[in-house]
């Protein structure tokens, strides 16, 4: 909730997917993220390739599906990071994220 | 598919976004939807853990929980929370039970909406540090209700955790 963009809030402004129950945040794909970042993923921010939005990874909308997962701005709701995983590797695709910004300070 | 005897595999904790201590401040509130319970009580018991004997620091970091649950069975730390409160004048509970009440019910009986919030939640002025988890359609309801009361968005952390069986 806390994607400073000028608009508040994803699901007010009728902009994107109707409200999915099953979506759920970066705190539920903290433990995928984990698997590919070192540092914790869910407090670093990132800046949303579409639409130039940016905020905490933990509070993005994610979508966790047998494919993979996909993290979207709330804004625009393009993909901003995707993550599949086969027997053998991990692909993450960042193209959505201009930028991810972690802290090294915590 | 879990059955019971499996053998889990546990990684953590992870995730530094959805916390709170008590560095961060307050007054402090806690917004919960059934399971959702979980991370609101930890942060709960640590406020309490340490602010144990000083009544000073405990009123400047007051303490509400809104928690909904849908009968008063499934109230998920019922008794705790209850000693809790009881013994510290600074934390509210106030619960909201959405299905089935008892007898003698005296608190909220319907899903939190925006009337529920303006009662409950300091007014915005109070930069009240806010978090809220449980089902995605209560916590995005809620989130959205209370910036449009006025709350700074980024006060508002949230955890979802998707749909849920029945509603909360």
Redesign the interface.
């Known amino acids: ?4 963009s000028g608009e ?5 402004s009728g902009r994107e997917r109707p ?10 794909a ?2 995928l993220f ?1 698997e590919i970042f070192v540092p ?1 993923l ?2 670093a921010r990132a800046k949303c390739a579409g639409c130039g939005a940016e905020g ?4 993005l909308p994610v979508y966790a599906h047998g494919m993979g997962t996909v993290v979207r701005c709330p804004k625009c709701d393009r993909v901003v990071l995707r993550v599949a995983r086969t027997p053998q590797h991990v692909w993450l695709d960042a193209t959505g994220a201009t930028c991810i910004v972690i802290s090294r300070g ?1 | 598919m879990l059955r019971s005897g499996d053998t889990l595999e546990l990684r953590g904790p992870i995730g530094g976004y959805f916390v709170w201590d008590i560095p961060v401040g307050g007054p402090l509130l806690l917004v919960g939807g059934g399971s959702g319970i979980v991370p609101l009580m930890a942060m709960l018991r640590h406020r309490n853990a340490a602010l144990a004997s000083d009544i000073e620091a405990r009123h400047r970091l007051p303490a509400r929980l809104l928690y909904s649950s849908r009968r008063w069975d499934e109230v998920i730390y019922r008794e705790e929370l209850s000693r809790l409160a009881e013994k510290d004048p600074t934390l509210e509970v106030m619960h909201t039970l959405t299905r089935e009440q008892p007898q003698g019910w005296t608190g909220f009986t319907r899903r939190i909406d925006r009337a529920m919030l303006e009662m409950v939640a300091w007014p915005p002025s109070e930069l009240p540090r806010i978090f809220i988890c449980g089902p995605t359609p209560l916590v995005e309801s809620v989130a959205t209700t209370l910036v449009e009361l006025g709350h700074n968005p980024s006060l508002v952390k949230t955890e979802r955790f998707g749909p849920t069986g029945g509603s909360v």
């Open positions: 909730m806390n994607f400073a508040s809030h994803e699901s007010g409200a999915d129950a099953r979506r759920v945040d970066g705190n539920a903290g433990g984990s914790d869910t407090t905490m990874i933990g509070s915590t």
